[in-house]
């Protein structure tokens, strides 16, 4: 009997997650895996790359978990720089060419098991000048890189990034790191529309705070480029703002074009849809995961696309286990995410108000002030919490928190309580940890759950 052969197609989180644990539990004499990676870097964190430009990182090597060398060196036939371009379904093979070498190098590779991690893309509107030198997009390393190298050759010091979600927020704070003269422009009525707009115009004020000049419900129609091909300007509600650099921060779409062309099945958010175990609904030699995936969201009951580490590397941890002969699932997720613009610390989990009402829920929201601390305690900062609670059953939908230092981890205890299901009346009887230097008497994520427990048990 031959030895099975595993092929990855993607070499970051996922796809080498899969492969490291599918080696672990099978040896190099029982599967042979194959893994292949456009770019020239695995395993490293995208979410690192606005730190790396703005200085709080040294270089890309800090962001590499594991080097391609110590995958090869664990019995991974990982081949860098090679596009696959094809998965031939019914022949269990894919095709695959030397990004450097062209066309003329491609070659098929047959497989018993298939994981595709093919991650995500960033948002590049149609619409003129975007092919202009300067303009960046900041998905990979290879992406982080040529931003750098941007900055370093820029005539000015004058920076329009286009987007106010997570990306677009951080690349910001990182270019005003850099000493650059930053407009945001936004689409929504607030930055970070993860969140409600009334939390949202929090992170407005401490963006301004920053020097930052932030310009909502604006849609960019235009980026003009100068006669040397770089580009000049974005031109947004037909105003035009100087740029010597534009970065994109519009958001990621799943990069799931040669799962299209295969046949595979996509969710309406243009991710594979796979079972709890990550195989590929109705293809048993099929697994996928990472940002080219949607999950189920464990509040609303449906399905989301939300594209983080975090959510990566267990997709990967799942399939390999699968793969390599063990068993184990993903049941899905509730949103959680974390970020900061300075020290302001920003967080949600579970649904927003809009979320909410397009999941058919009737819900009743609070919002509370409070401190990171005792208020008599040194160091004490404002924190203001939002939280979403469903009629007459009182069960927890959502939370939202910007504040200062020690705001934004504090989302964890609300996400533990989605994933358990409880209600915003068990939560006030949490025995959460207290001492004057961490925490009022009352944490400010119980203070927000008393709140909404007496406004339901008003109802």
């Known amino acids: 009997m031959s030895m099975e052969r595993l092929v990855v197609i993607g070499g970051d989180a996922a796809g080498m997650s899969a492969a490291s644990q599918a080696r672990r539990l099978r040896g190099p004499g029982e599967l042979e895996i194959v893994a292949f990676e456009r770019g020239h870097f695995t395993s490293y964190s995208a979410c690192g790359i606005p730190y790396w430009v703005g200085g709080d990182v040294a270089g890309p090597d800090e962001l590499i978990a594991r080097t391609p060398e110590e995958h090869r060196a664990r019995g991974i036939d990982l081949r860098l720089r090679t596009e696959v371009t094809e998965i031939d379904v019914a022949g269990r093979r894919v095709r695959a060419r030397d990004v450097d070498s062209g066309a003329g190098s491609a070659y098929w590779t047959s497989y018993d098991k298939l994981v595709v991690a093919t991650g995500a893309r960033p948002v590049r509107p149609d619409m003129p000048g975007m092919d202009a030198r300067g303009v960046h997009g900041v998905q990979t390393l290879d992406d982080g890189q040529a931003l750098l190298d941007t900055l370093s050759r820029a005539r000015g010091r004058r920076a329009v990034v286009v987007g106010a979600g997570y990306i677009g927020v951080e690349m910001a704070e990182a270019l005003i790191n850099r000493g650059y003269e930053v407009t945001v422009l936004n689409r929504g009525g607030e930055p970070m529309s993860t969140l409600d707009p009334d939390m949202g115009r929090l992170v407005h004020d401490a963006m301004t705070g920053l020097g930052i000049t932030m310009v909502n419900d604006v849609e960019v129609t235009e980026l003009l480029a100068g006669e040397d091909g770089r580009v000049r300007a974005v031109v947004a509600k ?50 996928a995961g990472g940002d080219c995936v949607e999950v189920l969201d464990l509040v609303s009951g449906q399905e989301r696309y939300v594209p983080l580490g975090t959510h990566a590397n267990k997709h990967g941890q799942v399939i390999g286990a699968n793969v390599g002969g063990g068993y184990a699932t ?97 939560m006030t009887a949490l025995d959460l940890g207290y001492a004057p230097p961490f925490s009022p008497v009352w944490d400010p994520v119980l203070v927000a759950a008393r709140k909404a427990a007496a406004k339901v048990r008003n109802l």
């Open 238 to 287: 037909d105003t035009e703002y100087p740029a010597d650099v534009v970065v994109l921060g519009i958001g990621v779409r799943p990069e799931t074009a040669l799962a299209r062309a295969a046949g595979l099945p996509l969710g309406g958010h243009g991710g594979l849809l796979t079972d709890l175990a990550m195989r590929v609904r109705g293809h048993e030699e099929i697994w």
């Open 330 to 426: 993903f049941p899905g997720v509730v949103g959680t995410a974390v970020s900061k613009v300075c020290d302001l610390e920003i967080a949600r989990t579970g649904l927003r108000e809009k979320d909410a009402r397009r999941a058919g829920l009737r819900y009743e929201s609070v919002t509370i002030e409070s401190t990171s601390r005792a208020g008599y305690y040194p160091g004490a900062s404002p924190m203001t919490v939002k939280m979403l609670a469903e009629r007459r059953t009182g069960r927890l939908l959502g939370v939202q928190i910007v504040g200062r230092e020690g705001a934004a981890k504090r989302v964890d205890i609300a996400a533990v309580a989605l994933t358990a299901g409880m209600t915003v009346e068990q």
